[in-house]
């Protein structure tokens, strides 16, 4: 791989944006390096709010924290309805989720069937302990997916963002 420099200026800039967005400029360029790949060019468009829009989310954000409870719904609204295959797939990938979320576990697992105790199975890790849901789970395209039930409160603004890629187009 070629060496490449980038400009300390722009990267002075990009870390305050991003920042202010709850991500490291790591995770912003691994992000958007994984989209890049899955679109095979420039993966999205992205901005922030003006100085209003921004103080009135914050405002939102105060009042309102999305649970895990809410989460686990969202993520099995949008595999069911919303996202494309190739995001379901790249949920179900540890290093994307340690990237994009700050996860030590993927997003959703595959489990073998939709039976009880095939998802029952799904939802532990390898030492046994319950990381994922039992009761709420994804179904597309004849898989079932269990969704991981291990987000703190450093994990939520990543989360946010990332749903408001995909809610757009739900």
Not at 28 to 45: D, T
Not at 52 to 64: F, L, N, P, V
Request: proline share 3%.
């Amino acid at each position: 791989m070629k060496a490449t420099k980038i400009d300390p200026k722009l990267l002075e800039k990009a870390e305050n944006i991003f920042s202010e967005l709850g991500l490291s400029i790591e995770q912003a360029i691994n992000v958007f390096l994984a989209k890049s790949v899955q679109a095979k060019g420039f993966p999205f468009s992205a901005a922030l709010v003006n100085e209003a829009e921004a103080q009135q989310a914050s405002d939102h954000e105060t009042k309102y924290k999305i649970s895990n409870a809410e989460i686990t719904v969202a993520i099995q609204y949008l595999v069911e309805h919303a996202l494309p295959q190739s995001e379901i797939e790249t949920l179900t990938q540890l290093t994307y989720c340690r990237n994009t979320f700050g996860l030590s576990f993927p997003v959703l697992k595959l489990a073998k069937s939709s039976r009880p105790e095939d998802i029952r199975s799904a939802a532990k890790d390898a030492k046994g302990r319950n990381r994922y849901s039992t009761t709420k789970v994804a179904q597309r395209d004849e898989k079932t997916y269990v969704i991981c039930t291990q987000w703190t409160d450093r994990h939520r603004n990543a989360f946010c963002h990332w749903q408001a890629l995909f809610s757009r187009n739900a």
